[in-house]
């Protein structure tokens, strides 16, 4: 075939595949259920594979033994050395194949409950999930795990792939009794709808072709399943368009690039921008090739407004009577997949659509069991737990229900220290209180009050750990202070454990929480115009850094109050280090709980061969320049 033919064919073929819908679509089930094994016969039944794959895929199957005489088509899925030698799914593995009805993105998913948020990463995007059920095993844990996840993210649509029937006879009792097993299962779960086939991925019965090994079926092969169930709903729900980019080229023109997320749009249609609940018209839609009469869910547009209003990145231009919901208080459930758990109070980073912004959970709700789908109290969330939040901003944000839409009503929570994506979430709705509660005006400010002192406000933060001396230097420091005229106050962590935080412990979640109030009356206290000493142990970065965040700019001195494990043990002047030795105290800081050195601190104290007067006359000498 010459060039000109050949680009010819290529660009019908793009067309004929452009014109067809897409279905994005999960497996997931059992460890060794068949997963890739499905997906690997639908590409092969497909044609979707070249023949030096062919060719391999022969050479790789007879040499893993793993499917007898036949082809293992799970070697076209498990591309990782670690899957091969395990024979088990790890990642998530994305593989494209078509019909000649439709296009399809299929995403093999892991079985194993370490790998909860790889499969919860692989379900996000879908809107159909293949639930692999062993014939031999029928409804394991593992079934209602993922069912539950499923559900959890979204997931309306459900085809139950009952498998591996050839080792089971390809008995209509044994797939009879499973199917009445799942419809129990899928009870209160939420499903749109539920379809259970009977197949043998590794024989091709039911999956491209009806089995005639099993004329008792009358149900629709899995192709027909998945060339029918409901896809992406283009142009439907109200119309949602996250600002990705403010295109300004020259002086005439100003759009605002993005991705619809939901609905359709047609020039002259009125709009409303989020927070900032401006209104305006489409003046036009374009995109690199030039102007377009409408544009819908997925395509990637630039939109021009009528009139000039201030729109950024990260904002949202929504349909001006069916808009979203702006809130900076809501309910989430949430994902969590850092091997650093999370506590109430610790602050992270939200990413809804383009916008990031600053928060933290204010309250974990409770867990969720995947396995029974019981709710279980908890005052933390570890790797691969879901759990029920609620969630403060520090702005207001604009998102619908997840289940209204998944792409506006979905989030990832990153790390403001290690910028790790630590969770994912899906948000349930605004919390009243965001609307109840307003910010209350006052006529004296935090500047007068301090202009009254005659002096800067600040938040001096000594850390270090329990024996460092860093309560004996502050109050020292305070003293000094307080006679030069300086109106302080000092907050010490023993004292305030007799009144404001008498009711928390020790645990790493009580330790956040413990600075988190403490922060709080600290900011209080720097708009009263105060100095403010805070004598903590403070043993996390990751806290510290959220009382930083509280206060003004430059109002946060660090004081890194730096003495060596050994001399604090040696000095012990509480007797704490002994009785943590000997196993009476637990989550003591330095022994059996970890101490987290400031690793840019305003001011660094080394106390080893010092006294403590010696340490307070270099301290004070150094904040001058900031008090």
Not at 143 to 159: A, K
Not at 352 to 369: E, N, S
Not at 386 to 401: E, R, S
Not at 479 to 495: C, I, Q, S, V
Request: glycine letters at 8%; proline letters at 3%; aromatic letters at 8%.
């Amino acid at each position: 075939m010459d060039q000109a033919n050949t680009a010819s064919a290529l660009s019908m073929f793009l067309a004929d595949q452009e014109a067809k819908d897409t279905l994005r679509f999960i497996t997931c089930g059992s460890v060794d259920d068949g997963k890739s094994t499905l997906i690997g016969r639908l590409l092969y039944d497909s044609k979707m594979i070249f023949e030096d794959q062919l060719a391999d895929l022969h050479k790789e199957s007879a040499k893993s033994g793993n499917a007898g005489d036949d082809i293992d088509y799970s070697l076209l899925l498990d591309g990782l050395e670690a899957e091969r030698e395990q024979g088990i799914t790890i990642d998530v593995a994305y593989r494209f194949f078509a019909t000649e009805k439709r296009r399809f993105i299929v995403a093999d998913t892991p079985g194993h409950e370490q790998y909860t948020r790889n499969m919860a990463t692989g379900a996000s995007t879908a809107h159909l999930a293949i639930i692999l059920v062993d014939a031999r095993k029928g409804i394991l844990t593992q079934t209602r795990r993922h069912s539950l996840i499923c559900s959890l993210v979204g997931i309306r649509n459900i085809v139950v792939a009952i498998n591996k029937m050839d080792l089971v006879g390809y008995s209509q009792s044994i797939f009879a009794s499973i199917a009445k097993d799942y419809e129990e299962l899928a009870q209160g779960l939420g499903f749109a709808s539920v379809q259970t086939i009977p197949l043998s991925a590794l024989k091709g019965d039911n999956v491209m072709d009806r089995s005639q090994r099993m004329n008792w079926y009358e149900g629709p092969t899995l192709r027909e399943a998945l060339e029918t169930a409901p896809g992406s709903m283009r142009g439907e729900g109200a119309f949602r368009f996250p600002v990705q980019w403010v295109n300004r080229p020259n002086l005439d023109f100003r759009g605002f690039a993005g991705t619809v997320a939901g609905g359709a749009i047609t020039p002259g249609t009125e709009v409303v921008a989020l927070p900032s609940a401006r209104t305006s018209r489409i003046k036009s839609i374009s995109t690199f090739d030039g102007a377009l009469p409408s544009a819908e869910t997925g395509q990637a547009v630039t939109l021009e407004l009528e009139d000039e209003i201030d729109i950024s990145r990260g904002d949202m231009i929504c349909a001006v009577d069916d808009r979203a919901t702006t809130s900076d208080q809501v309910e989430a459930r949430l994902i969590w997949m850092s091997e650093n758990p999370l506590f109430s109070g610790r602050p992270y980073l939200f990413k809804l659509g383009m916008k990031m912004v600053p928060g933290m959970v204010t309250r974990i709700k409770h867990t969720i069991d995947i396995n029974t789908n019981a709710q279980e109290p908890a005052q933390k969330l570890e790797l691969n737990d879901i759990g029920v939040v609620n969630i403060k901003f520090d702005d207001k944000v604009a998102f619908d229900p997840y289940n209204e839409n998944r792409l506006t009503g979905s989030m990832i929570v990153v790390d403001r220290l290690s910028n790790e994506t630590a969770g994912a979430g899906m948000i349930d709705f605004s919390l009243r209180r965001a609307d109840n509660i307003h910010w209350q005006a006052t006529d004296v400010t935090r500047e007068r009050r301090a202009e009254q002192k005659l002096q800067k406000p600040r938040v001096l933060w000594f850390t270090g750990l329990s024996g460092s001396g860093k309560s004996t230097i502050a109050n020292l420091i305070e003293k000094r202070l307080f006679a030069d005229g300086r109106h302080t106050y000092m907050l010490d962590g023993d004292n305030v454990r007799h009144g404001l935080n008498k009711d928390l412990g020790f645990t790493e979640a009580d330790r956040v929480e413990n600075i988190r109030r403490i922060s709080e009356v600290s900011k209080l206290m720097a708009d009263a115009g105060l100095i403010v000493l805070v004598s903590f142990i403070s043993p996390f970065r990751s806290e510290r850094h959220m009382a930083r965040a509280m206060m003004q700019p430059n109002e946060f001195v660090e004081i890194f109050i730096d003495t060596p494990l050994e001399l604090c043990e040696e000095r012990d002047p509480k007797g704490l280090y002994k009785k943590a030795r000997a196993g009476e105290i637990k989550n003591f800081t330095g022994i059996d709980s970890r101490y987290e050195a400031p690793q840019n601190a305003e001011i660094h104290i080394k106390t080893e061969g010092k006294t403590a007067e010696a340490c307070t006359e270099e301290l004070f000498e150094r904040l001058k320049q900031y008090v």
